[in-house]
């Protein structure tokens, strides 16, 4: 297997065994298969291209400025040049979240630069979390495979055949279908967060207590319990860009998708009302105050800070008057160019000396076993708002905090 891109830096760097971004146990399977020769990099694309079977776009599509539509110029770029180094049958499998109709796009690129070229075009959805991806490629739920031909279904087959023998369902479809289904995907996880995150506001105010809801509801089979979590808002790289293109592409169609287009606004504004959480938890002013954040990444176990609801919260921490000092255990190379004015720290610790409020933003595992005690004799006060729930509140009132977190009761302290 061949790993491309235009980037020559970063090509050098992986060849040196230096993995660009924080994914556990990726650097040690990256090794493991170069020693093996299984693996090389290289910005080679023709030599790469001509030689193989099956080519994988995996190119960004960012959210396109202004019209929240995703950017498809890298993906349309790299068919062109896949285009002119085709050698022999080979399939062309776009990774990439692209679209429905991006394949047949894709497939005519090709066709009309190449005419005669023989190729067929496949889409191959991810559904990798990060954090989690290895784990998740080996033991996938499914994996979708949009294909015309039955040449292209074969060549797929025998690429996730180690998989068969774990009885991974594989799923062919048309590419317009495998398309879809990765969108409609994750616009339902992130339309269940949503509503766990509304319920989770009502609880608040009946007296209920989200995490008991969502067990109560996640037990029956046809809900079932993941991503029922309550918290800041969903962010990361594939939530709040795929929503929005799948709101686009409904529009294009005149197919409104207001469940999807509801979704996207209400994430947007929880993300932003957590900072008036904190301030008012504070007694409605920041002025003079210290917060203290702990995780600034979108969630635990990488380094990405894209659409993260600490880009939104620790901002209006500091309209409100506030010094914010923050520590995350991987994401503050990332962090710091995009959060100006903020102290940072060396560990949850330090993080919290002299605040008069801690907030947690990220589920880091490091933050979920503090020593309590010694949180509480460094801060000025003991405050602790968890956007994650991951006290008990039982142990944080023993513990002598004043405690709120999300879609459950506040207690200690006045
Ligand atoms: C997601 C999809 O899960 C994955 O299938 C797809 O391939 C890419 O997008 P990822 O963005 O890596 O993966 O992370 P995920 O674990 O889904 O979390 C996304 C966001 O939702 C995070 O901000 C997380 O904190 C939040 N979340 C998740 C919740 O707030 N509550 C939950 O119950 C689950």
Not at 312 to 341: F, H, N, S, W
Not at 368 to 379: C, E, Q, T
Request: net charge negative; with cysteine.
């Amino acid at each position: 297997m061949t790993c491309v891109d235009k980037d020559a830096d970063r090509i050098a760097k992986l060849n040196a065994g230096k993995i660009p971004i924080f994914e556990p146990g990726l650097e040690q399977l990256v090794e493991n298969n170069v020693s093996a020769d299984r693996l090389s990099f290289t910005t080679d694309l023709p030599a790469s291209v001509a030689t193989a079977d099956a080519v994988f776009i995996a190119v960004g599509t960012p959210s396109r400025r202004g019209d929240g539509h995703a950017d498809l110029s890298y993906v349309y770029g790299v068919a062109e040049e896949i285009a002119d180094a085709l050698d022999g049958y080979t399939v062309v499998v776009t990774k990439s979240t692209v679209p429905v109709g991006t394949g047949r796009t894709v497939s005519r690129i090709i066709g009309e630069r190449r005419p005669g070229a023989n190729f067929d075009v496949v889409s191959n959805p991810e559904f990798l979390r990060q954090g989690a991806a290895i784990g998740d490629f080996m033991r996938p739920d499914r994996v979708v495979i949009g294909a015309d031909s039955e040449r292209a279904r074969d060549v797929m087959r025998r690429l996730y055949r180690p998989l068969y023998l774990i009885e991974t369902p594989i799923l062919f479809t048309s590419l317009e279908t495998a398309e879809l289904t990765k969108y409609a995907a994750n616009s339902f996880l992130a339309t269940k967060i949503t509503f766990i995150n509304e319920i989770a506001d009502l609880c608040e105010k009946v007296g209920a207590d989200v995490q008991d809801v969502a067990r109560g509801i996640g037990l029956d089979g046809r809900i079932g319990s993941k991503f029922l979590h309550a918290g800041p808002g969903y962010g990361g790289s594939c939530f709040p860009k795929d929503t929005m293109a799948l709101v686009r592409t409904g529009e294009e169609c005149g197919t409104a998708l207001r469940i999807v287009a509801t979704v996207a606004e209400i994430n947007d504004k929880r993300k932003r009302a957590m900072a008036t959480r904190v301030i008012e938890a504070c007694g409605g002013s920041l002025e003079h105050k210290t917060i203290a954040v702990l995780g600034l990444t979108f969630k635990p176990n990488t380094d990405d800070m894209r659409e993260a609801p600490s880009l939104d919260i620790v901002p209006a921490l500091q309209t409100a008057g506030a010094a914010v000092r923050a520590y995350d255990p991987e994401g503050m190379a990332e962090a710091e160019p995009l959060l100006p004015d903020v102290v940072w720290c060396r560990d949850a610790y330090a993080t919290v000396e002299n605040a008069d409020a801690v907030v947690i933003i990220t589920e880091w595992n490091e933050f979920r076993l503090l020593d309590l005690a010694r949180v509480k004799a460094l801060m000025r006060q003991p405050l602790m708002i968890d956007l994650r729930n991951i006290y008990r509140p039982v142990e944080m009132a023993e513990a002598g905090f004043r405690y709120m977190s999300v879609g459950r009761p506040v207690v200690g302290g006045n």
